[in-house]
């Protein structure tokens, strides 16, 4: 059972183009909520994907009405704001990691959802926030570890 990823409104074509490819090399499905900083025909995005597009299970969403009404059982929201640290989390299959836009995180609204399941990545006093595609590499390879690395090579 694969887990999900979930960039809400993601705005770098690279940061996104290798998170595909990670979720792609990890048979993780990638939930991609608009609007998107760049087009899906970004070069950009391409290239960082490399050729593992063919990989990829990705979904599309038009807005984050439309993806949670689609999919109602989100349980992780990654953000700077979390109580708990990322490691704390006990991750199922099918979980969905939900992470926001580079230059906001997620939207307070969403936030407000769940907010024992907003996990945060500890990073030293004075630093912003990690790069995306590192944040989710972090918090994702948790979660397959968790899971004894299902479907992967060991």
Not at 89 to 105: H, I, Y
Not at 109 to 138: E, F, H, K, T, Y
């Amino acid at each position: 059972m694969p887990l999900h990823v979930v960039l809400v409104e993601p705005e770098i074509p690279p940061n996104t183009g290798n998170i595909a490819r990670l979720c792609a090399a990890t048979h993780t499905v990638l939930h991609l909520v608009e609007p998107l900083g760049f087009s899906l025909d970004d070069r950009q995005l391409k290239r960082a994907g490399l050729d593992y597009w063919h990989l990829l299970d990705v979904r599309h969403y038009p807005n984050w009405e439309h993806f949670a009404a689609a999919n109602p059982n989100c349980r992780y929201y990654l953000t700077t704001k979390g109580e708990r640290c990322y490691s704390q989390a006990s991750f199922q299959p099918e979980d969905m990691l939900v992470f926001g836009a580079e230059t906001r995180g997620l939207a307070p609204d969403i936030l407000q959802i769940a907010p024992p399941n907003n996990l945060r990545i500890p990073i030293i006093s004075g630093a912003r926030s990690l790069n995306l595609s590192s944040a989710v590499a972090i918090v994702l390879y948790e979660a397959l570890r968790q899971l004894e690395f299902p479907m992967l090579r060991k």
